[in-house]
């Protein structure tokens, strides 16, 4: 059975996480991170039942007893149970990862607004006037907004379409981002932080997967369970 696995994949390691916590400027030690520790903890829990189904796929092979055929099947039914629990404590991770993410992206998308109708419709008005401006008087107005934190301008730019304001949307995620960089530097430093510890977690899964399908699809495991299928209805005629 040389078509399977012989290591655990390395994008399932928990030390990929180490790196993405903060630490503290005083003392440079690591800042606590709940969704990090998730991040871990499902990892080492991947990690594990990837390291349960090759540790059954050595024993097996060794066994004089297992004919290959069952070898195989084995691997399959085990290999299956443990790529599900495994991608569920990944899911889980990632809902987490994925939420925060999504609330620290809205809580830092703009500065508030204040829900009067006079401050809605001015906010319209900037737009209008930002986007009847030539390009460069555009970027000077709006640059200027930064200087002075004219939230009033900011706000309008970041919170309506971009085509309203004469932008595109790259111009727009450009100064987006700056706001978050200038007004929540924290919060900035935490969403790029858990954005990579996220692709990290999409490559796990991804690694996750192929580690499974591997064992699961090979073609004497496809062929044992089919032949424990015919048997299985062959026996049933008796009943």
Known sequence: ????????????SDDLVAPLYARDPETGARVADDD???????LRHAHGQ?????????ALRADPTKSPSV???TLREKGLQ???????????????????????????A????????????????????LARMSPKDRTAAIGQAFEDGEDSVIGAVLRGPALLSGLGPDQRQ??????????????ADRIFRLTKALDGLERGAAALLGFTEAIVTA?????????????????????
């Open 1 to 12: 059975m040389t078509d399977l696995p012989d290591h655990v994949p390395l994008a399932l």
């Open 36 to 42: 990090l520790d998730a991040l871990a903890s499902a």
């Open 50 to 58: 990837a390291e349960q189904v090759l540790a059954l796929s050595k």
């Open 71 to 73: 070898v195989a099947l």
């Open 82 to 108: 443990a790529g599900e629990q495994a991608a569920q404590s990944l899911d889980r991770a990632r809902n987490c990862l994925a939420a925060t993410l999504a609330r620290l992206s809205e809580q830092t």
């Open 110 to 129: 703009a500065p508030l607004l204040a829900r009067d109708a006079g401050s809605m419709m001015l906010e319209g008005e900037i737009r209008s006037a």
């Open 174 to 187: 450009m100064l987006q981002d700056r706001y978050r960089r200038e007004r929540h530097p924290q919060e």
């Open 219 to 239: 073609p004497r495991a496809l062929h044992a369970e089919q032949a424990a299928e015919r048997t299985e209805q062959a026996l049933a005629g008796f009943n």
